[in-house]
């Protein structure tokens, strides 16, 4: 057990760290020897996980939908917000949010298929309105399908934007006003009225998923052996 859960802390590792490259470098110009430089690891271990840096780079493409899970809300589209809000939030300085976003929408290069990031991203967006839509909070008007990709693809333009004039320090103001447009052609008015579009919120909800993983961590963590047990072990096996 012990040796896996080493793996799954390596296998980030060297996920993090390619992220980073992929964030300051772009795709085409980060090279596997940068990675592990960073990661502090042998070639060996890396190539365990991934054999190439296409699957690098897709594995941290992967990651960036995976990492963001907010706390259930009583109101579904309130999950839709706070998805967002903390995606915008960690694009300020989460090595693995910020190395994502740069492969998905790098110009340029021919080698990385984009298009799983950009589904994916449309897919999970979906399924948060589909449970809006299940809940009455969305209204009959709207086409869930084309919704969510006018989302997916607004934010990787408005986060785009603010990377070149802010380096995403405006992000969270900015996914606001986009809210602030779109929302009331989506929401029924009584749900509109209550959803919390506050730009601080990502701040806020990051802390706190970041505190319940932690407490998480120690609950899981293996219990430590009774004291004096190895020299027990050891006493029979020399005797």
Partial sequence: ????????????????????????????????????????????????????KEQLALAVLEEHVTDIAVEPQ???LQEFVDSGQVLAFR????????????????????????????LSWTVFVESLLGDARTRGEILDSVVIHETAELFVGAFAGIQMMSHALTNQADLC?????????????????????????????????????RRSAQVDAVVDAPAPAPAGAGAGAGAVAGG
Avoid: C, W
């Fill in 1 to 52: 057990m012990a040796q896996q859960d080493r793996a799954i802390r390596t296998r980030r590792v060297i996920l993090e760290a390619a992220a980073s490259v992929f964030d300051e470098q772009g795709y085409d110009r980060a090279t596997i020897a940068e990675v592990l430089e960073r990661a502090g690891v042998t070639k060996g271990a890396l190539y365990f996980h991934f054999a190439s």
């Fill in 74 to 76: 009583q109101i579904k």
């Fill in 91 to 118: 694009l300020r300085s989460d090595p693995m949010q910020r190395g994502a976003a740069r492969l998905a929408v790098e110009q340029g290069s021919n080698h990385l298929d984009r298009k799983r990031s950009m």
């Fill in 173 to 209: 103001y900015r996914l606001t006003v986009f809210f602030q447009h779109t929302l009331p052609s989506i929401a029924v008015p009584a749900v509109l009225a209550r959803l919390n579009l506050d730009p601080e919120r990502g701040a806020k909800l990051d802390a706190a998923l």
